[in-house]
């Protein structure tokens, strides 16, 4: 056990999908697992392991923004073992290329300050994913049709900006999507040689002011899930 996770040794499985909402965990995990156990239930933060397709999978919740996430991946991989972690969650679409219900895959991920930041000191590390993963991801978003982006994300550390000047700036690099938690998670995992990589679905367009209907969601955070599980195991 540790501060924040109830799990047993041999709980957690190496390959650990994260999604930020621990309800959503609870779905996909009974969506797409077999057999799936609730190993953690600490501070309502949720996570459960089962199987897919034969391989040990575990679905756990990371909370929101890069703090939350950052406790759960040093803990998941310090403590229970974890090499391989996901991150599957939502988006704000920057470009007006990338359309409400699309998957953006993320090589890189930008930010102004991670709980990181410290490590580097005046040095400016460049979070990316890990490339297997990454390879996995796209072939498996193209076996299914799935309309996906490639390409760097912005992950914001507030959820309230009010800087529209930089969401111009980097929307001008072709900055795909801003999302809260992906470039902790590279970083995390880079210090720690575990693999990461972060798949989103596009639920809100910072341009068009679009959002993705609430009965939608679960379908086309589906599509993310079996794009993730791929990735993992191809």
Same mark, same amino acid.
């Given at each position: ?10 709980? !957690? +499985?190496? &390959? ?5 909402? @621990?309800? =959503? ?6 969506? /797409? ?16 392991t ?24 040093n ?19 920057m ?9 953006? !895959? +993320?090589? &890189? ?5 991670? @709980?990181? =930041? ?6 400016? /590390? ?7 993963l ?12 799935t ?42 995992a ?10 989103? &679905?596009?639920?809100?367009?910072l ?28």
């Open positions: 056990m540790t501060p924040h996770i109830g799990a047993k040794p041999g709980d !957690i +499985a190496e &390959t650990v999908l994260m999604p930020g909402d @621990p309800r =959503r965990a609870r779905w996909a995990a009974e969506t /797409f697992l077999d057999d799936p156990v609730c190993v953690n239930e600490v501070r309502g933060m949720l996570g459960f089962g199987s897919w397709k034969g391989n040990r999978v575990t679905i756990h919740g990371s909370g929101m923004g890069m703090p939350s996430l950052s406790i759960y991946a803990e998941l991989i310090r403590e229970y073992g974890a090499r391989t972690l996901i991150r599957i969650g939502s988006a704000g679409a470009l007006e290329r990338v359309k409400i219900r699309d998957i953006v !895959i +993320a090589m &890189t991920a930008s930010t102004m300050a991670t @709980p990181s =930041r410290g490590f580097f000191r005046e040095m400016q /590390f460049a979070p990316c994913a890990d490339y297997g990454l390879e996995n991801a796209v072939a498996a978003a193209r076996a299914k049709g309309t996906t982006h490639v390409g760097g994300i912005y992950s914001s550390d507030v959820f309230y900006d009010e800087r529209p000047d930089l969401t111009e700036m980097l929307a001008r690099h072709g900055t795909l999507c801003v999302e809260m938690e992906a470039a902790e998670l590279y970083t995390v880079a210090r720690l040689g575990a693999r990461a990589l972060a798949i989103l &679905t596009i639920s809100d367009h341009i068009t002011h679009e959002a993705l209907p609430a009965e939608d969601r679960e379908r086309s955070f589906g599509d993310m899930v079996e794009i993730a599980l791929n990735a993992a195991f191809p």
